[in-house]
């Protein structure tokens, strides 16, 4: 399956806690997003991507979120101190071009759970 | 602020029958909307969209139109299926081109 891949599909944390969600893209693709999707709502972009480069974050909180995309190795979003309002269903999503005119491929998600 | 919108959380239709998914948007320089569609557990799939040239477009059992006077676009699915039961979301990029406004999507469920 050549899509793309995040890892844990499901991690629990509790308050003050570090968490660590991986992506790895489709393959070829240069271009990645990060979308958080609250419970009962549309999923809210986070952050974009390209390889070494953060285009855009105008939609991550200030504090306790970074993400970064290494020259080799999965896209990193890391929430420091979480707490409970950080639980939520967090997509990654790749494309080849920068525009989102063309498809965006999300991978099926991290469901972040903070006790 | 929500620009995409959708106002029915669920839909029940019969199989074989029409199923009309609704959306509303607020920015007039949203130029290109794409639907996408969502089963538990799984990242959302991207099914079909348009462009705002254009007032139609067809992909099989999938229709999307648009009515860019009204800020209005609806997907059409004849004949339902019980496998199109899933949770079906408006997006449109926004002036970035980019990043996705996506609506709170409306859950489908299509009965035997």
């Known amino acids: 399956n050549a899509g793309v891949m995040q890892n844990p599909r499901h991690l629990v944390r509790r308050r003050g806690q570090e968490a660590r969600l991986r992506c790895s893209p489709v393959?070829?693709?240069?271009?990645v997003y990060w979308y958080r999707q609250l419970p009962e709502e549309g999923l809210k972009f986070m952050v974009y991507l390209q390889k070494e480069n953060i285009i855009d974050e105008s939609g991550m909180p200030k504090e306790r979120f970074s993400a970064e995309f290494p020259k080799e190795g999965p896209s990193i979003l890391r929430i420091q101190q979480v707490v409970r309002g950080d639980s939520a269903a967090y997509f990654c999503?790749?494309?080849?071009?920068?525009?989102?005119?063309?498809?965006?491929?999300f991978g099926p998600g991290t469901r972040l759970t903070v006790l | 602020d929500q620009q995409v919108k959708q106002n029915s959380p669920s839909l029940s239709v019969q199989e074989g029958r029409i199923s009309i998914l609704n959306c509303d948007y607020t920015?007039?320089?949203?130029?290109?909307f794409l639907w996408y569609k969502k089963y538990p557990a799984e990242g959302p799939t991207f099914l079909i969209s348009?462009?705002?040239?254009?007032d139609k477009n067809e992909d099989g059992r999938f229709t999307v139109f648009l009515n860019k006077s009204a800020k209005h676009l609806s997907l059409h699915i004849v004949p339902s299926q019980p496998g199109d039961s899933a949770v079906y979301f408006c997006?449109?990029?926004?002036?970035?081109?980019?990043?996705?406004?996506f609506g709170k999507g409306t859950s489908l469920l299509v009965t035997p």
């Open positions: 393959k070829g693709h240069s271009h």
């Open positions: 920015n007039s320089m949203f130029d290109y």
């Open positions: 999503a790749s494309s080849p071009l920068r525009t989102g005119n063309n498809e965006q491929f």
């Open positions: 997006a449109a990029p926004n002036n970035s081109g980019y990043a996705l406004n």
């Open positions: 348009i462009s705002s040239i254009k």
